[in-house]
Every structure is written in structure tokens, then in C-alpha cells.
């Protein structure tokens, strides 16, 4: 179990920081303010975007099946698709809980998690080949960092560290 959780953890803690390097494109230190205009970013979030809920996505499989080798995939549905049902069944009540709410999408009667992965399932390829693309390039930014924050969430849910003090004193 150790093996697998510290695992885990490390693959969740750098979905966490390359979600938290994107959110800082918007302002500060790379938005505007720092005179860059808003076009020298383009598909570098959704890439970056796409690469975090990768990670985050074999972060709960690693957690789920108990093995660290993660199946070498871009692919968001199909790593969704490898977690265990309880799993995905999870995220999805969460997904309609606190992301379908507040960002709807009409197209969908019963919209769920998967509309969201299956929509941007090779947006990491996608984004990062953006000069070879052949296809219209939609990203739904907004959903698709709500959907992100979310998995992430529910995972850290899934475990508690505690800091660990010597029996003896230094």
C-alpha cells in the first residue's frame, strides 16, 4: 500500500503544480500586466490543461489498482475508462454535483464527466501539435478547470498525511 500511495500522491501533487502553473497564465506573472499579450499563450493551457488531468487521472489509477505502472496513454477517456467503477462512479456524482451546475451544457440531456474527457480526450496531442491541426480546436477552458479542480479534490480525499514526530528526543 505505501508504495502505491506515495506514488500516487507524487503523480497528484504534479498534476496539482502544473494546474497551478496554467491558473497563473490568466494574471501576474504571465498575463497582461507582465506586457505579453493575451495570443503569445495560445494552446499552451489547454496542453498544460490536458497534461495535469493526465497525471491526475493515473494518480487514481495508480491508487485504484495498486500497481505504479500507469498505461502510457494521452488519452482522458480511456484513462477514466481504466479506473475501477466505484471510481469513475464517484467522480461523476461529484462532476454532476459541483461542475454540471455552474457550467451546463445544453447539447447533453444528462451531462456528465465523461462528455467533459471525451470532448477533450486528445487535447494534450491536439494542443501541443497545434500548427498540424486539421480539426476545429474548441476547448471548453472554464468546465474543463472546474472538472480538473474537482478530480483533484476527490483525490486528495482518498488519503491523510500526518506528520510523524521521533519517540526519542533530537
Request: net charge neutral; with cysteine; hydrophobic share 40%.
Amino acid at each position: 500500500m505505501s508504495a502505491r500511495l506515495s506514488t500516487a500522491i507524487r503523480i497528484g501533487e504534479a498534476a496539482k503544480a502544473i494546474f497551478r502553473k496554467t491558473q497563473r497564465f490568466a494574471g501576474g506573472e504571465f498575463g497582461k500586466g507582465a506586457g505579453q499579450s493575451e495570443h503569445e499563450h495560445v494552446g499552451v493551457e489547454p496542453m498544460l490543461l490536458a497534461l495535469s488531468m493526465e497525471l491526475a487521472l493515473k494518480a487514481w489509477f495508480v491508487f485504484d489498482h495498486d500497481d505504479p505502472k500507469v498505461i502510457k496513454s494521452h488519452n482522458l477517456i480511456k484513462l477514466f475508462e481504466s479506473l475501477k467503477p466505484e471510481s469513475q462512479e464517484k467522480l461523476d456524482a461529484e462532476f454532476r454535483r459541483s461542475v454540471a451546475p455552474y457550467h451546463p451544457n445544453g447539447f447533453y440531456m444528462d451531462y456528465s464527466i465523461r462528455h467533459i474527457l471525451c470532448q477533450h480526450q486528445d487535447a494534450f496531442i491536439d494542443w501541443r501539435y497545434l500548427h498540424e491541426a486539421e480539426k476545429s480546436m474548441m476547448f471548453d477552458q472554464g468546465a474543463f478547470e472546474a472538472t480538473l479542480k474537482m478530480v483533484l479534490s476527490e483525490f486528495e480525499k482518498r488519503y491523510r498525511i500526518e506528520p510523524v514526530k521521533p519517540l526519542w528526543p533530537s
